[in-house]
């Protein structure tokens, strides 16, 4: 169905993306891509609907056959009845303003009669789970709405090819479930075939026939994924704990661990314990009936909450459960109601240069921060907005463990450095309170255990950081604290592993894996093969006791 011939692409001279790639996808076949971000998965993709060259320019050698059309000679719109395209941004693939609106447009141009195009609007809102939001408009959906709307736009043209690069990033857990489950559907049941993009492997490697590994230096590998993820660079929970215990390749699904585990019996102790950060006599922050409306639509319905010094809370729930709302209004980056009080001082009163020393808040799309030409010209302008000596910003950028060649220019960074550069400048104010809103989204696994040393410096140093997430890995790994969300409401608050390991859907894999003993990341397993039990982990198990036994 998809053939990739010698297949070589550069962007400029001397910078070659992809690098004699030769395989062969399937009809009917899951493939996963997989690499570390920047390594070319976007690229690739690109090729197979004919993006890569025809709008990104560059030089293509090489071709790449998709259903007999060779895509040098075909654009984009010629490939549209055979292939469906969804980047990484939901937003900019909308050409309308409403959600039905939206899934037609494709139809329309395809010359579909009318008919069948309401036919199978219908069909798709209801395969995306998003019948409710027919007449919404775009722009007052969540990012995760989106998502599911672009994708339904794609799917309703019926393709024979479904092209996804990152469909569930911007997806809680269980969304992300009826996503890759309604995917799945297709592939299984209708033929389709798909090559999916994802960082978050832990959602989707289950479900994969194939897998290709880009590992940055333009090469391909093509094969299982049980093999690949034995050896790539790229590491979800189930290879980290593969590799720990030594298997020869790599559970797909968290039943697949838990029958190796029970069949191996392997003696399992439990590396810490979660401890909880006693409550300050003065919370960084204090709300009490915070209150947000978008006209008639409730976000946040009066919460009430404390953000204590040194710690972080992550702000868990489905899409549209109000967690950005929430971390905007504690910002007092949108109206709201309610008392609101950051040493003191209520943010909402304040000018922006302000209160960006008392609390402060990173974006979804960290780029929104970043308007300057240069690394370098950001860096002066922060320093110069926060009063700070020059050098501050580009210190905290440093101690955050980034180095970035001053003349770069913002747009060329990876999603992991331009997170920390906005962080860096954010930070320059010297904040107590730091908020940051889904940063993992586009972030590879590398990228993400560095940001979780970012977030656990700042908790050393005394700041109270609160993130919103769809991550339950990174939430386990990176949190002292859990907030569950839904419908503008506080449904859950408590310490982290206690609040993971109580919910199936906000579990971290190591926590299904070991369940019911109370692991959550894969730091916390270490494997004995000896067999030997240790001493208090025969019987029942007891929680946080610091020893677990399978």
Same mark, same amino acid.
């Given at each position: 169905?998809?053939?990739?011939?010698n297949?070589?692409?550069?962007?400029?001279?001397?910078?070659?993306?992809?690098?004699?790639?030769?395989?062969?996808?399937?009809?009917?076949?899951?493939?996963?891509?997989?690499?570390?971000?920047?390594?070319?998965?976007?690229?690739?993709?690109?090729?197979?609907?004919?993006l890569?060259?025809?709008?990104?320019?560059?030089?293509?050698?090489?071709?790449?056959?998709?259903?007999?059309?060779?895509?040098?000679?075909?654009?984009?719109?010629?490939?549209?009845?055979?292939?469906?395209?969804?980047?990484?941004?939901?937003?900019?693939?909308?050409?309308?303003?409403?959600?039905?609106?939206?899934?037609?447009y494709?139809?329309?141009?395809?010359?579909?009669?009318?008919?069948?195009?309401?036919?199978r609007?219908?069909?798709?809102?209801?395969?995306?789970?998003?019948?409710?939001?027919?007449?919404?408009?775009?722009?007052?959906?969540?990012?995760?709405?989106?998502?599911?709307?672009?994708?339904?736009?794609?799917?309703?043209?019926?393709?024979?090819?479904?092209?996804?690069?990152?469909?569930?990033?911007?997806?809680?857990?269980?969304?992300?479930?009826?996503?890759?489950?309604?995917?799945?559907?297709?592939?299984?049941?209708?033929?389709?075939?798909?090559?999916?993009?994802?960082?978050?492997?832990?959602?989707?490697?289950?479900?994969?026939?194939?897998?290709?590994?880009?590992?940055?230096?333009?090469?391909?590998?093509?094969?299982?994924?049980?093999?690949?993820?034995?050896?790539?660079?790229?590491?979800?929970?189930?290879?980290?704990?593969?590799?720990?215990?030594?298997?020869?390749?790599?559970?797909?699904?968290?039943?697949?661990?838990?029958?190796?585990?029970?069949?191996?019996?392997?003696?399992?102790?439990?590396?810490?314990?979660?401890?909880?950060?006693?409550?300050?006599?003065?919370?960084?922050?204090?709300?009490?009936?915070?209150?947000?409306?978008?006209?008639?639509?409730?976000?946040?319905?009066?919460?009430?909450?404390?953000l204590?010094?040194?710690t972080?809370t992550?702000?868990?729930?489905?899409?549209?459960a109000?967690?950005?709302?929430?971390?905007? @209004? /504690? *910002?007092?980056? %949108?109206?709201? !109601?309610? #008392?609101?009080? $950051?040493?003191?001082? =209520?943010?909402?009163?304040?000018?922006?240069?302000?209160?960006?020393?008392?609390?402060?808040?990173?974006?979804?799309?960290?780029?929104?921060?970043l308007?300057?030409?240069?690394?370098?010209?950001?860096?002066?302008?922060?320093?110069?907005?926060?009063?700070?000596?020059?050098?501050?910003?580009?210190?905290?950028?440093?101690?955050?463990?980034?180095?970035?060649?001053?003349e770069?220019?913002?747009?060329?960074?990876?999603?992991?450095?331009?997170? @920390? /550069? *906005?962080?860096? %400048?954010?930070? !320059?104010? #010297?904040?107590? $309170?730091?908020?940051? =809103?889904?940063?993992?989204r586009?972030?590879?696994?590398?990228?993400?255990?560095?940001?979780?040393?970012?977030?656990?410096?700042?908790?050393?140093?005394?700041?109270?950081?609160?993130?919103?997430?769809?991550?339950?890995?990174?939430?386990?790994?990176?949190?002292?604290?859990?907030?569950?969300?839904?419908?503008?409401?506080?449904?859950?608050?408590?310490?982290?592993?206690?609040?993971?390991t109580?919910?199936?859907?906000y579990?971290?894999?190591? @926590?299904?894996?070991?369940?019911?003993?109370?692991?959550?990341?894969?730091?916390?397993?270490?494997?004995?093969?000896?067999?030997?039990?240790?001493?208090?982990?025969?019987?029942?198990?007891?929680?946080?006791?610091?020893?677990?036994?399978?």
């Open positions: 169905m998809i053939s990739f011939e297949l070589s692409f550069a962007y400029s001279p001397g910078r070659q993306t992809l690098r004699n790639v030769n395989l062969e996808i399937a009809e009917g076949e899951l493939c996963l891509l997989v690499g570390p971000t920047g390594a070319g998965k976007s690229t690739l993709l690109g090729c197979v609907n004919g890569v060259p025809h709008f990104t320019g560059g030089t293509l050698t090489g071709r790449v056959v998709v259903d007999g059309r060779d895509t040098r000679k075909y654009q984009p719109q010629d490939l549209a009845d055979v292939v469906g395209y969804v980047g990484q941004d939901p937003l900019k693939s909308f050409v309308t303003d409403i959600v039905a609106d939206e899934i037609a494709a139809m329309e141009q395809l010359g579909i009669s009318p008919a069948a195009m309401r036919k609007i219908e069909e798709t809102l209801d395969l995306m789970g998003i019948a409710q939001l027919r007449e919404r408009p775009l722009a007052e959906l969540s990012g995760g709405q989106q998502q599911r709307v672009a994708i339904a736009a794609v799917l309703a043209a019926q393709p024979q090819i479904l092209v996804l690069d990152e469909p569930t990033s911007a997806l809680d857990p269980t969304a992300a479930q009826d996503v890759l489950s309604a995917i799945s559907m297709l592939v299984h049941e209708v033929g389709m075939t798909v090559v999916l993009a994802e960082h978050r492997l832990e959602r989707v490697m289950h479900a994969a026939d194939s897998m290709i590994w880009l590992p940055g230096t333009g090469a391909a590998e093509y094969g299982k994924p049980a093999q690949l993820l034995r050896h790539t660079s790229v590491i979800p929970p189930l290879a980290a704990l593969a590799r720990i215990a030594e298997w020869e390749d790599v559970p797909l699904s968290v039943r697949d661990a838990r029958r190796r585990i029970q069949t191996g019996q392997p003696v399992l102790q439990l590396a810490q314990s979660s401890t909880s950060t006693p409550p300050s006599d003065t919370p960084a922050l204090q709300a009490n009936k915070i209150t947000v409306r978008y006209g008639n639509t409730l976000a946040v319905n009066g919460v009430d909450l404390a204590e010094p040194g972080v992550a702000f868990m729930g489905r899409n549209g109000g967690k950005s709302s929430l971390l905007w @209004a /504690l *910002a007092g980056g %949108i109206p709201s !109601t309610g #008392r609101l009080s $950051v040493a003191g001082h =209520d943010p909402r009163e304040m000018t922006p240069d302000a209160s960006r020393t008392l609390i402060t808040l990173v974006p979804q799309t960290a780029a929104d921060l308007y300057l030409p240069t690394v370098a010209d950001e860096l002066a302008q922060a320093d110069k907005e926060s009063a700070a000596e020059p050098g501050t910003a580009l210190a905290i950028l440093q101690s955050l463990g980034i180095e970035l060649t001053p770069q220019d913002p747009r060329d960074l990876s999603e992991g450095q331009r997170l @920390a /550069l *906005a962080l860096a %400048i954010q930070l !320059t104010a #010297r904040p107590a $309170v730091v908020l940051l =809103d889904e940063p993992t586009g972030l590879d696994y590398s990228a993400k255990d560095h940001l979780t040393q970012i977030v656990k410096e700042l908790q050393l140093a005394g700041k109270a950081v609160a993130i919103s997430t769809h991550d339950v890995e990174f939430a386990a790994a990176a949190s002292t604290r859990v907030v569950l969300m839904a419908d503008g409401d506080i449904i859950a608050d408590g310490d982290t592993r206690t609040v993971v109580s919910s199936p859907a579990s971290p894999q190591m @926590a299904k894996v070991f369940a019911p003993f109370d692991v959550i990341t894969p730091s916390e397993v270490a494997i004995r093969l000896d067999g030997e039990v240790p001493a208090g982990t025969k019987g029942n198990p007891r929680p946080n006791d610091g020893q677990v036994a399978s």
